[in-house]
């Protein structure tokens, strides 16, 4: 069975750090990419900042200069390094990424079970 299994989240304050990881777990043959996104209380869900498997990167712009986005390819993980985190950055924050079961195959959005990132004093 597929999975992405994040963890990092939790509560710190204003212009603090958290570092998200998020695991792809099962059997397939490649990630195509991996993201992470955000959805706030009463707001839609969005992009927070996307890798490719070649390494190109897209970071939303509320974000960019602070989040980070980056991969081990070699253990299936993702990272979603946070600084000068700020009570806006509260949300929970999704691991999504494309997997290829098998090669040749077409890729399939996964999404993780989210974790609470609350910034706040």
């Known amino acids: 069975q597929l999975q992405l299994l994040e963890s990092g989240g939790g509560l710190v304050q204003p212009g603090g750090s958290l570092r998200l990881s998020c695991v792809a777990s099962g059997t397939f043959f490649s990630i195509t990419y991996m993201g992470w996104y955000r959805q706030a209380p009463g707001k839609q869900r969005e992009l927070v900042a996307i890798?490719?498997?070649?390494?190109?990167?897209n970071v939303a712009d509320s974000v960019k200069g602070r989040f980070t986005i980056s991969r081990d390819n070699a253990k299936n993980t993702g990272f979603l390094q946070m600084n000068s985190l700020k009570p806006e950055d509260t949300a929970v924050y999704y691991c999504?990424?494309?997997?290829?079961?098998?090669?040749?195959?077409?890729?399939?959005?996964?999404w993780g079970q989210g974790t609470q990132v609350t910034v706040s004093s």
């Open positions: 999504g990424a494309g997997l290829r079961v098998r090669f040749g195959d077409s890729s399939n959005h996964y």
């Open positions: 890798m490719s498997s070649s390494g190109d990167t």
